[in-house]
């Protein structure tokens, strides 16, 4: 059982826009800001797509966007694309003073 | 360009070890902290291990420690995984991870490199 609860999946047509929620406790996501997502196409290595909950690395879509409330963070996606279907991964640090990443089960994205 | 290459995975009995490398080109190694992350087949992510950036501290899930050894030789840019006593269940893809300064995001990743623990 993943320490960070994901759906296991979300589908929405092009264009639409997509939530998809991590939930965690006050000790990970509540805790601190150290909430990132991931997206992992099959065969391939997980991507870095949002840090510090709501940042985006340079280069990256503006269609992608982070948020948080309490114990749940939540990574939108709107103009759904078809290269957008892919595996999405939430994580977040456990106890300030260590390194130790917990990652949500994960959420499979399907575009219509 | 930053790389991130893993190599050393393979088949391997139950009980034997492993010894996973990863060398990375295009970035200052000796300034960043390092982590393993691992992937059992049709799973999610799981966090395995990481290495302060000088190699003094490491941190384990509870899952591997005992079992694992993580460490780095920053004249050689490179990051290791040691797997002695292998489960089954240690089966999956590895990845070497970098993460972001002072932070507990990874940036960068490798394209990982199979380990399976089978009779």
């Known amino acids: 059982q993943s320490a960070l609860t994901q759906p296991a999946s979300v589908s929405g047509s092009p264009g ?9 406790t006050s ?7 150290y909430v990132s997502w991931y ?25 992608f966007s982070g948020s948080k409330s309490g114990n749940t963070a939540s990574l939108t996606i709107s103009g759904l694309q078809a290269e957008d ?28 | 360009e930053v790389q991130l290459v893993e190599s050393g995975g393979g088949l391997v009995q139950p009980g034997g070890s492993l010894r996973l490398s990863c060398e990375v080109s295009g970035f200052i190694f000796r300034s960043f902290v390092m982590s393993w992350v691992r992937q059992a087949p049709g799973k999610g992510l799981e966090w395995v291990s990481a290495v302060s950036a000088s190699g003094d501290s490491t941190y384990y899930a509870d899952s591997v420690k005992g079992r ?13 995984l040691q797997m002695n ?23 960068y990743w490798g394209q990982g490199t199979l380990v399976t623990v089978s009779s």
């Not at chain 1, 639409?16 to 965690?24: E, N």
């Not at chain 1, 870095?48 to 909950?53: A, R, S």
């Open chain 2, 68 to 80: 694992f050894t993580i460490s780095r030789d920053n004249s050689k840019n490179t990051l290791y």
């Open chain 1, 39 to 63: 997206q992992q196409h099959p065969g391939k290595a997980p991507k870095l797509m949002i840090y510090f909950v709501t940042n985006r690395p340079s280069g990256l879509s503006n269609r």
């Open chain 1, 85 to 112: 279907e892919a595996d999405y991964y939430c994580s977040s640090n456990r106890n300030s003073s260590t390194l130790h990443v917990v990652f949500g089960g994960g959420t499979k994205l399907t575009v219509l």
């Open chain 1, 16 to 24: 639409q826009s997509i939530t998809i929620s991590c939930t965690g």
């Open chain 2, 85 to 107: 006593s292998l489960r089954a269940e240690d089966t999956a893809v590895y990845y070497c991870a970098k993460y972001l300064v002072h932070t507990t995001h990874l940036d």
């Open chain 1, 27 to 33: 000790s990970d996501v509540g805790g601190f800001n």
